[in-house]
């Protein structure tokens, strides 16, 4: 299996301060999300990434989280196996201490 490339939450938020334009990806369930997301990410639950690969570009880089870190990370291999360009935020957002917004409705 392919290593998957990573980045901590501190790195995450260093680029974020720095105004990179990033493709942040939550996989985590409606309730999880409901306690707030990183600004900026999107919410695609993780067990419905297959049906929705059409949002995924492959020129992009995507940033995957979830609560600690396990379940984006088996979403990377899934994604890194059709062919995009992924990257697990490790620690998930246990580990994040940035700011949080609620989801949009």
């Not at 995957?64 to 059709?82: A, K, L, P, T, W």
């Not at 935020?89 to 609620?102: A, D, H, Q, R």
């Amino acid at each position: 299996m392919e290593s998957i490339e990573i980045i901590t939450t501190d790195e995450l938020e260093e680029k974020i301060a720095a105004g990179e334009k990033l493709e942040l990806v939550d996989v985590r369930e409606d309730e999880e999300v409901a306690q707030g997301m990183i600004p900026g990410a999107k919410h695609i639950r993780m067990m419905t990434i297959p049906e929705n690969l059409d949002y995924f570009d492959k020129d992009k880089e995507y940033i995957f989280i979830c609560r600690s870190g396990g379940r984006s990370e088996n979403v990377c291999h899934y994604m890194q196996d059709q062919g995009f360009k992924v990257r697990n935020m490790i620690g998930g957002m246990l580990n994040w201490s940035g700011e949080t917004v609620k989801p949009q409705k």
